[in-house]
């Protein structure tokens, strides 16, 4: 597979916790531990929107299905709704009683999930700006949160090892996935909500049965552990970021790893592709953000 290619790199004065593509592809958000986040034009990298009002690190951005919203969280313990065409902020939701670390939107835009160091997991309509539940079984931090595309399933992981399948209608756990060896830092779930896929401090990447919670595959190949991981829109690969600055390509039929890839100096905290496949975002520890035209997977295969 042809590595990405380059596109731009953008920084922030502090790490880059998370990015994101708008829907239609042409903004990317990024959150920071500089307690700001900036909106950028994906073509040509210009700054758009600086935005202020956090009074801690932005650990995670989404934007509406409409791309006129963005979502962040903060370890300031907020969530934050903000107007993007003319980046002023529309509302401002508590209740996480310690540092937000994580957040995940389902793919209809309804609902946000977020996790942190109080242990919790919590769920928030985005109509409203609302609670709609809380979560409580991990011991420890939860690192990483994600919602099935119907939003029925929510998925954490965290400090404590445990990868948590939830019910989210009942609200109770489903599934206790085990398979890790440590703290478990980050899950996806694939378009069609029949994968779930992680990545842990244990330098695998490992992929589920949403419905049962069957460990399908593990994949090995990081040298360090895998602090992000997302899926293809198409399906047919994952991508997964580690804290050596590296990136993996996998094809999830073959279960190989096509590329590997180093792209930052430090941690990639966040990957991302736009809607349509054909580029990617990375963020990292180094303090940047980089755009990247997807490279091609291999023919005949």
Known sequence: MEPYKLLHTLRHPNSVYSATFSPDGKLVASGSLDNTIKIWDAGTGEEKHRLKGHGDGVCGVSFSVDGKTLYSASLDRTIRFWDVPSGAMVASLSGHQNYIECMGMSADGKRLATGGHDNEVRLWNTAGGSSAGVLKGHTEAVYGVALSPDAARVASCGNDGQLILWDAVAQKQSHVLRGHAGPVQCAAFSADGRLLV???????????????????????????????????????????????????????????????????????????????????????????LKVWEAGKAPTGK
Do not use: C
């Open 198 to 288: 992680s990545g842990g401090a244990d330098e695998t990447v490992r992929l589920w049965n949403p419905t049962d919670g069957a460990l399908v595959a593990t994949l090995e190949g990081h040298e360090q552990l895998v602090k992000s991981i997302t899926l293809s829109p198409d399906g047919q690969q994952i991508l997964s970021g580690a804290a050596d600055g590296t990136i993996r390509i996998w094809d999830i039929a073959t279960r190989r790893s096509l590329t590997s890839q180093r792209v930052h100096d430090n941690s990639v905290y966040s990957v991302a592709f736009s809607a349509n496949g054909r580029r990617v975002v990375t963020g990292s520890f180094d303090r940047s």
